[in-house]
């Protein structure tokens, strides 16, 4: 489902243009270095909001403030001084991983689905003005990217259920007999 602290905003989180989104700090951090097409739904767009989203729950984990525009690379400073762990972004980006993943397993084990991962019927329709004017999201396009999303996340791409392959490799094995 929606969340406004860990989710990718459109506006004015990367500083839309006339070419699209141009990555922030923690999105290049990721590997995000192109301009995302401001209608984009696609992998781009999921790819985008995968980094954001890990970066945001690793902050979270780290019990940061999400207000302070702390840039990646401070993060691993401030995270290596006050620990003496040599950690590095990537590995930040795996708590993100790992804390959100858990909680998609809780989520299943408690019977959501994809199904619940959806926008209200409004946001495909019509606005009274401003980009969507013409029309609202597309919910095909919208529904392809949440596949994508999940196949990102290392989640079945139809189901949005964590892989035993993901569980493994984020040493959490032993969710899956939670699913």
């Not at 995968?50 to 780290?62: F, M, S, Y």
């Amino acid at each position: 489902g929606a969340d406004h602290c860990h989710s990718l905003h459109d506006t004015g989180l990367v500083n839309p243009d006339e070419q699209g989104f141009h990555q922030n700090d923690s999105l290049r951090a990721m590997g995000i270095l192109e301009p995302i097409p401001l209608e984009s739904m696609g992998p781009d767009k999921a790819s985008a909001a995968v980094a954001h989203t890990l970066a945001q729950i690793a902050n979270n984990c780290l019990c940061m403030c999400l207000f302070v525009p702390w840039e990646t690379g401070e993060l691993v400073q401030l995270v290596r001084a006050a620990t003496g762990w040599n950690v590095t972004a990537y590995e930040l980006a795996q708590v993100g991983r790992r804390a959100f993943t858990l909680a998609r397993v809780f989520n299943v084990r408690e019977g959501f689905g994809p199904e619940d991962d959806r926008l209200a019927p409004r946001s495909h329709e019509p606005t009274t003005s401003g980009a969507l004017s013409d029309g609202g999201l597309d919910a095909a396009a919208l529904q392809e990217g949440l596949h994508s999303y999940y196949a990102l996340m290392g989640w079945d791409r139809e189901t949005g259920v964590p892989t035993p392959e993901t569980l493994h490799a984020l040493e959490v094995g032993w969710a899956a007999e939670h699913l």
